[in-house]
């Protein structure tokens, strides 16, 4: 059964403390991963789509990797602005063509 | 450009009542999903529309159905409405049929008494 996984639940961070968010799946015809960010109430806003292992993609202090049972959402030096769920999604080769999500990862950073 | 919208923002029903929401995807996307996200929970697949077709549905019963109208804009309707149906529902849209990144909007939040 396809499964998508998120650790850690919750991440408590300093300001300019690296650190990074993990999602590791079990997916046949893996087709692309993507990374979302969201905030409290609202829509999940896109940041990353991945397709292959070993591609990487940066945006500000935001670098996503893939591997080919993994990816990590790393985070470097982040301020209390990256605060927000961030959710992993898998979508594989199917006619059903329906995306897969992870928990998410809520992260908090400490001013 | 603007992105995904819905409508209302907020809603508050009885059980038993209907509910009818709406999403207009971005312009030239063809295919809207629909998304249900209960208190603390992730994001579950409701349904997906392409071209005015529904192409797949996730796990929820029959009373969750919606259609995709000739400009691409959605409607979901929940029938017979019960507690446990309150939850934020999101719609997101995509330019080709399941294959691209999906850009969600900021979600219709359902309350039902």
């Known amino acids: 059964e396809d499964q998508v996984t998120q650790s850690p639940e919750a991440l408590r961070l300093q300001e300019g403390e690296s650190s990074s968010l993990n999602c590791s799946y079990t997916?046949?015809?893996?087709?692309?991963l993507f990374w979302y960010r969201q905030d409290p109430g609202k829509g999940p806003e896109f940041l990353f789509t991945?397709?292959?292992a070993g591609e990487e993609k940066e945006k500000e202090r935001l670098k996503a990797t893939l591997t080919k049972k993994e990816s990590f959402l790393h985070i470097t030096a982040p301020k209390p602005e990256d605060s927000a769920t961030y959710l992993c999604?898998?979508?594989?080769?199917?006619?059903?063509?329906?995306?897969?999500f992870g928990s998410g990862t809520r992260l908090s950073i400490r001013p | 450009e603007a992105g995904v919208t819905q409508s209302p923002t907020h809603l508050i029903k009885t059980r038993g009542q209907q509910a009818t929401l709406r999403c207009s995807p971005i312009s030239g996307h063809t295919s809207v999903y629909w998304y249900q996200q209960a208190l603390g929970l992730g994001l579950q697949f409701l349904l997906w529309y392409d071209e005015g077709e529904e192409r797949n549905r996730g796990n929820f019963p029959p009373r969750f159905s919606g259609r995709q109208f000739p400009n691409y804009s959605s409607e979901l309707n929940v029938n017979a409405l019960e507690l446990e149906d309150s939850a934020l529902y999101l719609c997101?849209?995509?330019?080709?049929?399941?294959?691209?990144?999906?850009?969600f909007g900021p979600g219709t939040r359902l309350l039902v008494l």
């Open positions: 997916v046949s015809g893996l087709r692309g």
């Open positions: 999604a898998v979508y594989r080769y199917s006619s059903a063509s329906k995306i897969i």
């Open positions: 997101a849209s995509s330019q080709t049929s399941g294959t691209e990144t999906q850009y």
């Open positions: 991945l397709y292959s």
